[in-house]
């Protein structure tokens, strides 16, 4: 099988057909610079296994790639490779390839890079670790309640409720009552009990009167002056 040189791979690379590009990376030789060798595993990265085994290539052999070529990685490739080919580039990088790369590989990665090359971290993780270093608010304990002793002088219980035999006794007693009136009512007949006879019209002293004792023409049937019966 023919090998080539890096640079007959990328003078020819885009002449082959796809398949041609990927079976000959197996034939390569040597690799090119960063900026070249990033490129084409860009273009190959409709192949992502094939964007790999020169990712691979290039990790090993340690090349410092660009900040736009290792967010494309980021986002396509291998992240474990990406993240490698990242930590190789570190010393390329700078606080803008930090906020491109930040989201698409580990926070902890962007944290080590960013202190290793003295640049700020990008600003929402900024904010994010100003944040967790901001000390709690200390929150005063509320003081228990005294216990206090509580006095009502005038204070007035309801009135009790009848219970249901007062109540029972009750409406008997008013039935009684009821009935004992009834038994002083008076049926419309003279009976002799001038006393207790309601006033009633009857004829005296020349004119109708209204009252007791009538002399004659009493409506209960009574015509003497002591209301007696006829």
């Not at 890096?6 to 090119?32: H, I, M």
């Not at 989201?103 to 944290?111: L, M, R, T, W």
């Amino acid at each position: 099988m023919r090998q080539y040189t890096w640079d007959e791979y990328y003078e020819k690379f885009y002449d082959w057909a796809k398949s041609t590009q990927v079976r000959n990376l197996s034939a390569l030789t040597s690799l090119g610079t960063e900026d070249e060798v990033g490129e084409i595993i860009i273009e190959l990265q409709i192949n992502v296994p094939a964007a790999n085994r020169l990712l691979r290539k290039a990790v090993e052999a340690k090349l410092a790639f660009s900040g736009s070529d290792l967010v494309e990685f980021a986002c396509i490739n291998d992240k474990t490779l990406a993240i490698a080919a990242v930590r190789n580039s570190a010393e390329r990088l700078i606080a803008e390839d930090m906020e491109y790369l930040y989201g698409e590989i580990d926070d902890e990665v962007i944290i080590e890079i960013c202190k290793q090359r003295n640049i700020l971290l990008p600003e929402e993780l900024r904010e994010e670790e100003e944040y967790e270093d901001e000390e709690p608010e200390e929150t005063e304990e509320d003081e228990p309640l005294e216990e206090v002793d509580i006095y009502v002088d005038d204070y007035c219980p309801p009135p009790k409720r009848p219970g249901f035999f007062a109540t029972l006794f009750g409406v008997i007693a008013g039935i009684d009552m009821a009935i004992g009136s009834n038994q002083h009512r008076h049926n419309g007949r003279c009976n002799g009990d001038c006393a207790h006879c309601p006033p009633h019209y009857g004829y005296r002293y020349g004119r109708w009167y209204y009252g007791h004792d009538h002399v004659h023409g009493c409506e209960f049937g009574g015509n003497r002056g002591s209301g007696s019966m006829d």
